[in-house]
T-cell receptor
């Protein structure tokens, strides 16, 4: 299957700093990518849809000024958590549909810990 | 209307047994139903998926059963193995909905020796 990578796999930062997470589709192009947040023992919650060449679409309740998304190319989307606080600590996962199909491939996730 | 309800929340099965996880949905516009497997600290991995035009799909030890009239679908894991111990999520998406997935709440499966 198609491969999606994320970097970094884990990051620890101080409260008030910003953190950037990268999501790459390694062997296919993705005009759309999705960003999820997952708290321990919970399901994935969709945060936003990243669109290449246009603005991201955010789900209700997600602060777009706090979670900045940039879809720089057909293989790269970035999520920047600005002014991070301990409550932003979570597992962030991206996904991308492959080849115009419904099949979505997920990245390995990024564990963010805000101290 | 966008919810996908999943049960049970947790499941313990003996090695060699059958694991069954159920999901139900309300939105009849859903037309793609994948199942994902997630190990701790990892991203979800696609296991198997089905569309409403078939009632069953089998891939190896994994089978999806789909009941369109009841708006329910289930995952059956035959000959369950300790390596199958993971969290399983059902999901659904709408054609033309931009591939946006709606996830179930997850089932934590433990397969005991």
């Amino acid at each position: 299957g198609a491969v999606v990578s994320q970097h970094p796999s884990r990051v620890i930062c101080k409260s008030g700093t910003s953190v950037k997470i990268e999501c790459r589709s390694l062997d296919f192009q993705a005009t759309t990518m999705f960003w999820y947040r997952q708290f321990p023992k919970q399901s994935l919650m969709l945060m936003a849809t990243s669109n290449e060449g246009s603005k991201a679409t955010y789900e209700q309740g997600v602060e777009k000024d706090k979670f900045l998304i940039n879809h720089a190319s057909l293989t790269l989307s970035t999520l920047t958590v600005t002014s991070a606080h301990p409550e932003d600590s979570s597992f962030y996962i991206c996904s991308a549909p492959s080849g115009g199909t419904d099949t979505q491939y997920f990245g390995p996730g990024t564990r963010l810990t805000v101290l | 209307q966008q919810q996908v309800k999943q049960s049970p929340q947790s499941l313990i099965v003996q090695k060699g047994g059958i694991s069954i996880i159920n999901c139900a949905y309300e939105n009849t516009a859903f037309d793609y139903f994948p199942w994902y497997q997630q190990f701790p600290g990892k991203g979800p991995a696609l296991l198997i998926a089905i569309r409403p035009d078939v009632s069953e799909k089998k891939e190896g030890r994994f089978t999806i059963s789909f009941n369109k009239s009841a708006k329910q679908f289930s995952l059956h894991i035959m000959d369950s193995q300790p390596g199958d111990s993971a969290t399983y999520f059902c999901a659904a998406s709408i054609a033309g909905g931009g591939n946006k997935l709606t996830f179930g709440t997850g089932t934590q499966l433990k397969v005991e020796l």
